[in-house]
T-cell receptor
Framework: LAKTTQPVSMDSYEGQEVNITCSHNNIATNDYITWYQQFPSQGPRFIIQGYKTKVTNEVASLFIPADRKSSTLSLPRVSLSDTAVYYCLVAFSGNTPLVFGKGTRLSVIA | GAVVSQHPSRVICKSGTSVKIECRSL??????MFWYRQFPKQSLMLMATSNEGSKATYEQGVEKDKFLINHASLTLSTLTVTSAHPEDSSFYIC?????????????FGEGSRLTVL
């Protein structure tokens, strides 16, 4: 299972764009990259998933370079409610358990 | 997206008793479910993988006789913490897959907080 490395924590002011980068140097050819958000005392919530290039949905964008050894989650104009822990994971099959790294604790300040 | 429901969300029990936590997939058939535990300010730790109709596969260091997992149907998996002790107090989270087997997207339950007195 590909290991991931993320910054431990990040701070941001409301309204700013936040970019969280994740390294996954040994990602396999068939692995997808998925980002989850977790609030205290709640289960992780799916944010976005991608395989290569750029993916955008209503809450975030995911940038994946050609070598796929890293990925960047971009949160536009964060608000206080975006304060949470963000995890990046890589996996191929839905039947393969996702192993969580330490995640990035994002604190949004007013 | 798909919905996974856990019950109970909170449970307090006395040391030595057993506690059962249910995980249900509400709108899809979950061929595989995963159980995690999470201590305060730490990441999720995978405990076991269960496939419908077969025995669960436990991660190293997880006692299978203490954490009994049953996945008898495609919509329900249960985790029973037997003879619970205060050190078993934790946040237990289940996840399920089956709808998008090739992309690794998991759907997580809301979590169950166990407090053992």
């Amino acid at each position: 299972l590909a290991k991931t490395t993320q910054p431990v924590s990040m701070d941001s002011y409301e309204g700013q764009e936040v970019n969280i980068t994740c390294s996954h140097n040994n990602i396999a050819t068939n692995d997808y990259i998925t980002w989850y958000q977790q609030f205290p005392s709640q289960g992780p919530r799916f944010i976005i998933q991608g395989y290569k290039t750029k993916v955008t949905n209503e809450v975030a964008s995911l940038f994946i370079p050609a070598d796929r050894k890293s990925s960047t989650l971009s949160l536009p104009r964060v608000s206080l409610s975006d304060t949470a822990v963000y995890y990046c994971l890589v996996a191929f099959s839905g039947n393969t358990p996702l192993v969580f790294g330490k995640g990035t604790r994002l604190s949004v300040i007013a | 997206g798909a919905v996974v429901s856990q019950h109970p969300s909170r449970v307090i029990c006395k040391s030595g008793t057993s506690v059962k936590i249910e995980c249900r997939s509400l709108d899809f058939q979950a061929t595989t479910m995963f159980w995690y535990r999470q201590f305060p300010k730490q990441s999720l730790m995978l405990m076991a993988t269960s496939n419908e109709g077969s025995k669960a596969t436990y991660e190293q260091g997880v006692e299978k006789d203490k954490f009994l997992i049953n996945h008898a149907s495609l919509t329900l998996s249960t985790l029973t913490v037997t003879s619970a002790h205060p050190e078993d107090s934790s946040f237990y989270i289940c996840s399920a897959t089956g709808g998008r087997a090739n992309t690794g997207e998991l759907f997580f339950g809301e979590g169950s907080r166990l407090t053992v007195l």
